[in-house]
């Protein structure tokens, strides 16, 4: 059984950066795709950020899009989320995961396609 375990977050004002860390102990993820997800108070989780098991492709959602940069070191087991020109908006408790599926991108804006999870870390943004 992996376990997942984020770090990284704090209170930052607007404009500013956070890079969050998701390391992952217990076998190895470098088969798995990996993701971040993040959700605000009252609202449901959603999909942050995606990065194939090699880390050659990376996904984005609208709303961090050229803010936001994935990355992994498999090396390390571990997965990282370089947020910069951060907003209030993004003001939200981030987790990480790993796809169920060995080299699989299915469904990897889903939260249901990840089995794997971290216990999450909370970004907050000042206006």
């Known amino acids: 059984q992996v376990q997942l375990v984020e770090s990284g977050g704090g209170l930052v004002q607007a404009g500013g950066s956070l890079r969050l860390s998701c390391a992952a102990s217990?076998?190895?993820?470098?088969?798995?795709?990996m993701g971040w997800f993040r959700q605000a108070p009252g609202k449901e989780r959603e999909f942050v950020s995606a990065?194939?098991?090699?880390?050659?492709?990376?996904y984005y959602a609208d709303s961090v899009k050229g803010r936001f940069t994935i990355s992994r070191d498999n090396a390390k087991n571990t997965m990282y989320l370089q947020m910069n020109t951060l907003k209030p908006e993004d003001t939200a408790v981030y987790y990480c995961a790993a796809h169920a599926q060995y080299y699989s991108l299915t469904s990897y804006q889903s939260d249901r396609a990840y089995d794997n999870w971290g216990q999450g870390t909370q970004v907050t943004v000042s206006s």
């Open positions: 990065i194939t098991w090699g880390g050659g492709n990376t």
């Open positions: 217990g076998r190895t993820l470098s088969q798995h795709a």
